[in-house]
């Protein structure tokens, strides 16, 4: 077995690195919903490590970012990822690298990934990008 593969439910499997990223318009409206989906490739296991959210409402201040909540949800039996709206800097983590999960989760193959985006207070109009890193899985 080489170094990069993973085995789950007694499959093995080699990894290639891949992005699902997903990109919503928010309109300068407090209280705004947007939603939008991530379709997992059919047929290809996807196997997560880090979420990350840039928004182009962030501005060149490092230390701050756009404040807006997410709900993000899977269609496998109404699965949450999160518990109702949570704040951005919770579910993704920072500007910078984002957040790195304490262990790799699988996700199913043509699995649809629902996310909604809701501004909070007197926010600035922008495009938020919602990016999954991780593996794809490819039997072996």
């Known amino acids: ?3 990069g593969d993973v085995v789950i439910n007694g499959q ?3 990894r290639k690195l891949k992005f699902y990223n997903l990109t919503l318009t928010r309109p300068e409206s407090a209280g705004v919903s947007v939603t939008g989906q991530i379709q997992i490739d059919a047929g290809i296991p996807f196997l997560l490590d880090v979420i ?3 928004d182009t409402g962030d501005g060149l201040d490092l230390n701050s970012q756009e404040d807006w909540f ?3 949800g899977d269609n496998e039996s109404g699965y949450r990822w999160c518990d109702g709206k949570t704040p951005r800097s919770a579910f993704c983590g920072g500007r910078h690298h984002g957040r790195t999960l304490r262990g790799e989760n699988f996700v199913r193959a043509n699995t ?3 996310v909604t985006i809701t501004d909070n207070a007197a926010p ?5 990008t919602l990016t999954l890193q991780g593996w794809n899985l490819f039997p072996v």
Do not use: D
């Open 112 to 114: 649809t990934i629902t």
């Open 124 to 128: 600035e109009a922008g495009n938020a």
């Open 70 to 72: 997410i709900e993000v």
């Open 12 to 14: 093995r499997f080699a």
């Open 52 to 54: 990350h959210a840039a």
């Open 1 to 3: 077995m080489n170094s």
